[in-house]
């Protein structure tokens, strides 16, 4: 059964630090794997998307890395702000699969 | 470029009443149509999708039903709504094709008492 787990489940951190959040996945056969931010009431917006070949992928702040040898994957955050607020959700997709499999995010606290 | 839409944006519904929530995309042709809910403090569960016009696929056993009566319009029923139905529904577009991402809608707040 494919699965994706994403830890920590929550986090708190003050603005302008760093943080790292973690999600490992058993998805089979891989294709890609997205990060995306879901503000609070609103539908989630991809972050990135990395493919088995790729091992890290910038967007301003936010910074991914996939490896697929042990089928986990990070988002790291640099120099916080207020606004990164949100739940950040891994999904997966497989080959040849119109669905892919979420994970339960991880809600993170920004304050200042 | 291409848009979804949803609404209502939030309802109050009684236990018992019908339910229909409303999807449609503009600016793409036979997109992948999707279903999600959402419950507080739990993650996305995709309820139904569909590739095409009349193609429905369930994911998870319930009382509600999934119509695509349109290529881009999908809309989410209930013909007697329980307390568990409460949550945010979320509708998702994506290109035809199994590897295309998901474009989210802003979602449906429903609350049933």
């Known amino acids: 059964k494919n699965q994706v787990e994403q830890s920590p489940q929550s986090l708190i951190i003050l603005e302008g630090k760093n943080c790292t959040l973690q999600c490992n996945y058993t998805v089979s056969p891989f294709s890609n794997l997205r990060w995306y931010k879901q503000d609070t009431g609103r539908g989630p917006v991809s972050l990135t998307i990395m493919t088995f070949s790729e091992n890290t992928k910038s967007n301003g702040r936010y910074t991914a890395t996939l490896d697929a040898d042990t089928k986990q994957s990070s988002l790291h955050i640099t120099a916080s702000q207020l606004s990164d607020s949100a739940s950040y959700i891994c999904?997966?997709?497989?080959?040849?699969?119109?669905?892919?499999?979420f994970g339960r995010g991880t809600s993170l606290i920004v304050h200042p | 470029s291409q848009t979804i839409h949803q609404w209502p944006a939030t309802l109050v519904q009684p236990v018992g009443s019908p339910l229909s929530l409303e999807c449609t995309v503009e600016g793409t042709s036979n997109p992948n149509l999707y279903w999600y809910r959402q419950a507080a403090g739990r993650g996305l569960q995709l309820l139904f999708y569909s590739v095409g016009i009349g193609q429905i696929s369930s994911e998870v056993p319930q009382n509600l039903s999934a119509s695509r009566p349109q290529d881009r319009q999908f809309i989410l029923s209930s013909k007697k709504l329980l307390l568990s139905d409460s949550g945010f529904y979320l509708c998702a577009w994506s290109l035809a094709g199994e590897v295309g991402e998901q474009y989210f809608g802003p979602g449906t707040r429903l609350t049933v008492t």
């Open positions: 999904v997966v997709r497989s080959g040849g699969s119109y669905i892919p499999t």
